[in-house]
């Protein structure tokens, strides 16, 4: 702040940044966290992220497609 107690266009950028950098929203990190998270109970007892049942069984599925069709397309023809 200068003698007349005017902020600067600097310190307020520096607040703005501030505040973003702390709102989870914002973050694409933490808002991926929250979307895959579960939600009655996000972290567990030992404060671990805990994933919701739904994006488990979502990356089980995928990753059983996924098994078929290299099954098929590549060692299927032995």
């Given at each position: ?12 950028r ?25 939600e ?24 059983a ?8 397309s ?5």
């Amino acid at each position: 702040m200068d003698a007349h107690g005017y902020i600067s266009p600097d310190e307020v950028r520096q607040a703005l940044r501030q505040i973003y950098l702390s709102d989870a929203e914002t973050s694409l990190q933490g808002s991926l966290l929250e979307s895959f998270s579960d939600e009655l109970k996000p972290i567990d007892e030992k404060g671990h992220w805990k994933p919701s049942s739904l994006s488990i069984l979502t990356v089980v599925l995928l990753c059983a497609l996924l098994g078929v069709f290299a099954y098929f397309s590549i060692g299927g023809r032995s």
